[in-house]
């Protein structure tokens, strides 16, 4: 066994490639950006709004100021861990939370719109404005 040196410094070698690889994994992983929360609300909240704009019965609620269909829809839509609140109003009017003293006091709260314009049948263009913070 003259050779024995050889395969020695050949596994060292190995072994150094494989924990500087590691190393160096471990470090890209840590770096690579995750949407924050701000972002994935943002995104939950127009997928909802395309949805309830796409579905022409939630556009006609819409359109009839009929919040509660659209609440169940929105419910059903929105993952557990995020309450909501949904107004409909006329495109010229503000649209805001109507108290702010409630359960949503003291945390971040984002919010989305939409104008949902027209059925076929009828041109009363509405504004559909949607709340969303973390419970």
Same mark, same amino acid.
């Given at each position: !066994? @003259? ?5 020695? +410094?050949?596994? $060292? ?5 494989v924990?500087?690889?590691? &190393?160096?994994?471990? &470090? ?19 997928? *909802? ?7 022409? $019965?939630? +556009?006609?609620? @819409?359109?009839? !100021?009929?919040?509660? %269909? #659209? ?5 059903e839509?929105?993952p557990?861990n995020?309450?909501? /609140? &949904?107004? &409909?109003? %006329?495109?010229?009017? @503000?649209?805001?939370? =109507?108290? =702010?003293? $409630?359960? /949503? ?6 919010s989305?719109?939409? #104008? *949902? ?6 041109? %009363? =263009?509405?504004? *559909?404005?949607?709340?969303?913070? $973390?419970?």
């Amino acid at each position: !066994m @003259v050779n024995k040196k050889g395969w020695l +410094r050949i596994a $060292e070698a190995f072994i150094a490639i494989v924990i500087i690889a590691g &190393v160096l994994l471990f &470090v890209f992983t840590k770096n690579i950006n995750k949407p924050s929360m701000e972002e994935q609300i943002y995104n939950i909240e127009k997928e *909802i709004l395309e949805g309830i704009a796409d579905n022409a $019965e939630l +556009r006609e609620r @819409v359109l009839n !100021m009929e919040e509660r %269909e #659209i609440e169940i829809f929105i419910s059903e839509n929105l993952p557990s861990n995020l309450g909501f /609140y &949904v107004r &409909v109003c %006329e495109i010229d009017n @503000v649209c805001g939370l =109507p108290n =702010p003293a $409630e359960t /949503y006091t003291n945390k971040a709260i984002y919010s989305k719109e939409r #104008i *949902i314009t027209s059925t076929l049948t009828e041109f %009363e =263009p509405k504004k *559909i404005k949607l709340f969303v913070w $973390e419970k």
